[in-house]
């Protein structure tokens, strides 16, 4: 059996998880009278692939827009990469390389395909204004070269024939990957799924589920994941952190939280054999 | 007591009925952008047109006479008649109504899943449209507007504060009248829109026009009424100022001055309309009279917007409107 | 059959970015330029210079401005006219303080000056959005305006109050004043109207312009996936407040000469560039010429066909023409949200079937 407290271990199919990446320590959050997130603590390791589960209401969006830092804990701190992170705003946590998508997608819809998944490459491009208003030389070179990685991706995700339609006519399976394209664009260490499989019938799903295991397979990137299906979770996930009314009622392996029986009770019900 | 601080006292009772007015016009707008969400602009062409028709209509104008006259060379100027002030009243409340049916079925039926911003912009062009049209109706000339409201100083304010004070105050009739008219008017609409039936839906319609349909509410007969509302407000509101100082193109104007009113006390909000008013009328007068002198004068032109901006910076939803929470 | 993309393959990224991709439309673009370059300067006399050329072209950079920072970057602003008379006196102060100074640095200097009021003015739209903003932006546009009437170091302490641009010339042709010829300063803004497309492109197709399409479109994810709000917002309002103020210099010096600042940059004048990017269509650089064309030539072709073809009275005219553009508004925003340029785009579709319906 893998010891998961190690520094770092190699799962049982092959892939490297490391040590510690993220800290999330005693975070508490209000709105006015509400708590959304009472004094939960959990890590993630570099790698790997961590579940956020529990009810509705339970707080996990809530959670991972504590990551992003667009809420700000009244308590508590977070730690990335054995340092404490101050407090900051939103656009500064994405410049560390920390991505996201969102429950109820956030795409631009003025936009199309290709210039949404070109914002996620935004953290990356530095020409200035004055550059870009004479284009030819270094801002043509930029958009370029940042015009062939996102192709790249692209070509990954297999939206190649959409990719100058306006996202706003896009399907909603559709836009689920554009918006994956666009996290995955940021060349993200951290990368955090609000839901990416609601909504969707089970092939599309599996679509989803590949693309995420390989991104976490060929990229290495760390996934943070909410999500409700409790396949897709059990069979994806390394780790699972399930939450209820803002606690945490169970973190671990996905065997050990199936096994918990506070996990049984709030969410996943008795077991039918 | 001292001269200039009566004097200073003086500038801000006549500011507090300069805001009581102003708050006429924004009630208006309140009413518009609570049931549907529109801010709408038009609000204070609405009050022009409507001090207008009112005029045309006590008078007998002909309406549209100058373009019949330049078309088919005749020389029709007035039917003749004139009518009594009640009865011209309500024929034109009944030419508001009709106009919150036109607009409903034109412009707001049209529009109705768009953004704010381009139901904003419809009505700029709907301003810019009723303005031309108001003046193609009854022309672009200065009226006066009669309607047999008492006018001329107040003898009894005068003697009273002079007896008291020494010192006595120039209040103008009109502007008592004005003031009574207003808070009868924002009681009978906060009455409406809380307790009665029509009321409460039309803050269901505020608040999500889907689920207002989804209960069976009709959207179209609620934007008629309101904007039917906002169009009797705006008469009012035409009356007072009409009667004060002329009904001309100025008084379409006012409109913009209402907006600091709004930004001040929420646009969400009937008491906040009140309170803003009071705040800009109150605020512009005096500011005018205690630093004018030093920069110029004229700084009524700019310093209610300036009050709100600021106001805004730190306050973003005004005195009583409801904060933007977001989510994502 | 003739206007078609068939067979024309993009090999590489560069030329799938570029800004004509279909042959046909290249082509038809730089005919047009040789035209507006080379011939029209022959044919040109002082009405059309008057009546048309110049004011479009002015108000084709002044849409730009607005158009970069309402339609691109979702900002609205009512205070337009308040930033083209920053434009304006900064440029008159500039002339009769550095006589030696070419009206091109002029010009350009006023537009930069313009910029930093512009993001001045701006600093509010961190925390205000939506009407609330629209409305801040008010305060921008009566205060400047009650600013250049009210302090004489603005006009020089003239009696009138009124600003005149005084004479300058460029390779030896007058561009301003009364000497100056139709085809000079048809050329001179013509030059500047170019340039300043061709900027505004460059801005709109790169980074800068997605940062301000995202603010727009949603700030809230824009931020989250790493737009600086602060930074997008203010280079919103400095471009656009660069374009506009000298759209106001160049309408100044060049276009009239002379200004009463109430009755050259009121709010009227916020409505009508407003006016042209909503009918011209928001966001489109190619909309923000046509709103400006079709709002420049609708009033003189009104004028020509009502009081000079018709006898109408002058009055008459006018309260048609409010008429008009506002049901024009309405029409566009409830058929064509997009503008003229949507249409335009629409058009080009259908004509890239035909003959073959689709």
């Known amino acids: 059996m893998t010891d998961m407290t190690a520094d770092s271990y190699v799962t049982e199919d092959g892939r490297t998880i490391g040590g510690v990446v993220m800290e999330m320590k005693n975070i508490t959050l209000r709105f006015g009278g509400v708590v959304a997130i009472k004094d939960i603590s959990f890590d993630i390791r570099e790698g790997e692939i961590r579940a956020i589960i529990g009810p509705n209401g339970a707080g996990k969006s809530s959670m991972l827009n504590v990551i992003s830092g667009f809420y700000v804990p009244q308590e508590g701190e977070v730690w990335f990469h054995g340092a404490k992170r101050p407090k900051m705003k939103p656009f500064q946590v ?55 990685k996102v192709e790249k991706i692209i070509d990954f995700l297999e939206i190649q024939a959409i990719r100058k339609t306006p996202v706003g006519r896009l399907p909603y399976g559709l ?35 590949r693309f995420i295991l390989d991104v976490n397979d060929e990229y290495g990137t760390t996934i943070c994941l909410i999500e409700h299906d409790m396949g897709v979770v059990m069979d994806l996930s390394d780790r699972v952190v399930v939450m209820d009314y803002g606690k945490k009622i169970g973190d671990g392996t996905p065997d050990e939280v199936r096994n918990n029986q506070a996990v049984i009770d709030a969410y996943l019900g008795v077991a039918h054999d | 007591m001292p001269e200039q601080f009566m004097w200073a006292m003086e500038v801000m009772v006549n500011g507090l009925m300069t805001g009581v007015l ?12 609570k049931a549907s969400g529109v801010f709408n602009y038009a609000q204070g062409v609405m009050a022009l047109f409507a001090a207008m028709t009112l005029v045309g209509i006590q008078k007998g104008q002909v309406p549209f006479s100058h373009l019949i006259n330049t078309i088919f060379g005749t020389e029709i100027h007035g039917f003749g008649w004139e009518l009594a002030p009640w009865l ?39 301003a810019y449209f009723l303005e031309g049209f108001a003046d193609l109706m009854w022309g672009a000339d200065i009226k006066t507007l009669d309607i047999g409201l008492p006018q001329g100083v107040n003898d009894w304010v005068e003697s009273t504060t002079y007896n008291l004070f020494g010192y006595g105050f120039f209040i103008d009739n009109l502007d008592i009248v004005a003031t009574v008219v207003a808070a009868l008017l924002v009681t009978a609409l906060i009455l409406f829109a809380q307790y009665t039936k029509q009321g409460r839906a039309m803050r269901a319609v505020a608040d999500d026009h889907q689920a207002a349909q989804s209960v069976g509410i009709s959207l179209r007969f609620i934007w008629v009424m309101v904007w039917s509302v906002a169009g009797f407000v ?42 803003g008013g009071l705040i800009i009328g109150v605020g512009e007068k005096l500011f005018e009279f205690l630093v004018g002198p030093y920069i110029g004068g004229a700084t009524e032109n700019w310093f209610a917007y300036v009050l709100a901006l600021i106001f805004l910076v730190f306050r973003p939803q005004g005195l009583f409107g409801e904060k933007i929470i977001e989510r994502v | 059959m003739i206007y078609r993309e068939a067979g024309d393959f993009k090999t590489s990224y560069r030329e799938d970015s570029q800004t004509f991709p279909i042959k046909l439309d290249r082509r038809a673009f730089w005919a047009m330029m040789i035209f507006a370059f080379g011939v029209v300067p022959f044919l040109i006399n002082d009405y059309w210079v008057n009546a048309v050329m110049l004011p479009f072209l002015i108000y084709a950079i002044a849409a730009l401005g607005l158009n970069i920072l309402t339609g ?35 010009v350009l200097l006023a537009g930069g000056i313009t910029a930093l009021v512009g993001m001045a003015f701006g600093l509010p739209s961190l925390r205000i959005k939506g009407f609330y903003l629209a409305v801040a932006t008010l305060a921008a546009q009566f205060f400047l305006v009650w600013l250049f009437n009210k302090v004489p170091w603005f006009f020089n302490y003239s009696a009138s109050g009124m600003i005149n641009a005084p004479e300058r010339s460029m390779f030896g042709a007058a561009i301003t004043g009364p000497e100056a ?12 109207a170019f340039a300043l497309a061709w900027v505004a492109r460059n801005l709109t197709r790169g980074s800068v312009g997605r940062k301000w399409m995202a603010i727009r479109d949603m700030d809230i994810a824009a931020e989250i996936i790493g737009v600086n709000p602060l930074t997008a917002k203010l280079s919103a309002f400095a471009v ?26 009121g709010i009227q004048k916020s409505f009508l560039i407003l006016f042209m990017i909503i009918i011209g269509g928001l966001g489109s650089i190619f909309g923000s010429f046509a709103g400006a064309a079709f709002l420049v030539l609708m009033p003189v072709l009104l004028k020509n066909l009502l009081v000079d073809g018709l006898g109408w009275p002058t009055d008459l005219a006018a309260h048609l023409q409010f008429m008009i553009v506002g049901g024009l508004i309405i029409a566009f925003l409830v058929f064509e949200p997009h503008g003229l340029a949507q249409l335009w785009r629409l058009t080009k579709e259908k004509l890239r079937l035909w003959p073959f319906p689709h």
């Open chain 2, 88 to 126: 011209a009243i309500l024929l034109t409340a009944g030419v508001m109504v009709l106009f919150a049916w036109l607009v409903q079925k034109f412009i707001l039926q049209h529009l109705v899943n768009q953004p704010d911003i381009i139901l904003f912009m419809a009505t700029i062009g709907l």
């Open chain 2, 22 to 33: 102003y708050a006429l016009v924004a009630l208006g707008f309140v009413l518009i952008f």
């Open chain 3, 72 to 106: 691109y970057a979702g900002q609205v602003s009512l205070g337009t006219g308040g930033f083209m008379a920053v434009g304006a006196y900064a440029s008159y102060k500039l002339m009769t303080a550095f006589p030696d100074l070419p009206i091109l640095i002029d």
């Open chain 1, 94 to 148: 994405a410049r560390q390389g920390i991505a996201r998508t969102f429950q109820n997608i956030a795409l631009f819809e003025g936009m199309s395909v290709l210039d949404n998944v070109m914002t996620g490459r935004l953290t990356h491009m530095k020409t200035g204004l004055a550059a870009q208003s004479i284009w030819w030389g270094k801002a043509e070179k930029e958009e370029i070269e940042n015009r062939e």
């Open chain 3, 181 to 192: 010829s139709a085809p000079a300063r048809y050329l001179f803004i013509l030059v500047i």
């Open chain 1, 175 to 209: 836009k689920k990957r554009v918006e994956l394209a666009r996290a995955l664009a940021a060349e993200p260490k951290l990368l955090l799924l609000d839901e990416p499989m609601a909504g969707m019938n089970v092939e599309e799903k599996e679509d989803m589920s």
């Open chain 3, 240 to 265: 656009s407040s660069f374009f506009i103020g000298v759209a106001g210099a160049l309408l100044f010096t060049v276009y009239l000469g002379s200004v009463e600042v109430g009755e050259a940059f």
């Open chain 2, 234 to 275: 705006a008469l009012v509101a035409g009356i007072m100022w009409g009667a004060k100082s002329g009904v001309q193109f100025s008084l379409s104007l006012i409109a913009l001055k209402a907006l600091p009113v709004l930004m001040l006390g929420g646009f969400t909000s009937i008491p906040g309309a009140i309170v």
